[in-house]
C-alpha cells in the first residue's frame, strides 16, 4: 500500500489548504487513516482519524479547524484557519482494521512519504 501526500505548500496565516493522500490501485474502505505532522526539532505527533465505519477524532489544537475526510478513495485533511504553528511535514498512516472508533495512534501499518506545509505569519 504505496501512500502518496499531495497539497502542501506556503500559505500565510488564516489561509486554508487541502492534503491528500491516496494508495493507486488499492482501496482505503479497509483501514483506519491518519494523519500525523512533524514539525522542526520536534516529534511527530497524530492530527486525526478516520475509521473505516466514519469515526472521526482530532487533537484538541485543530478542532474546528481541520476537517478529515474521504474523496473518491483518497484521504482529504482540510486545514482552514492555519496558524504558524501549524508548519510541519504532513505524513498520512494506515492500519488495517475496523474499529467503531478511530484513535489517534502510532500504530500504523503503512505510511506515506509526507508534504511539507508551511504557514508564514
Known amino acids: 500500500l504505496g501512500l502518496v501526500e499531495s497539497g502542501g505548500g506556503l500559505v500565510q496565516t488564516g489561509g486554508s489548504l487541502r492534503l491528500s493522500c491516496k494508495a493507486p490501485?488499492?482501496?482505503?474502505?479497509?483501514?483506519?487513516l491518519r494523519w500525523f505532522r512533524q514539525a522542526p526539532g520536534k516529534e511527530r505527533e497524530g492530527v486525526a482519524c478516520l475509521g473505516a465505519r466514519g469515526s472521526t477524532n482530532y487533537i484538541d489544537s485543530v478542532k474546528d479547524r481541520f476537517t478529515i475526510g474521504r474523496d473518491n478513495n483518497s484521504l482529504i485533511l482540510q486545514m482552514n484557519n492555519l496558524k504558524p504553528e501549524d508548519t510541519a511535514v504532513y505524513y498520512c498512516?494506515?492500519?488495517?482494521?475496523?474499529?467503531?472508533?478511530?484513535?489517534?495512534?502510532?500504530?500504523?501499518?503503512?505510511w506515506g512519504q509526507g508534504t511539507q506545509v508551511t504557514v508564514s505569519s
Open positions: 498512516a494506515a492500519k488495517s482494521e475496523i474499529v467503531n472508533q478511530c484513535t489517534i495512534s502510532d500504530a500504523n501499518d503503512f
Open positions: 490501485g488499492y482501496s482505503l474502505g479497509y483501514y483506519t
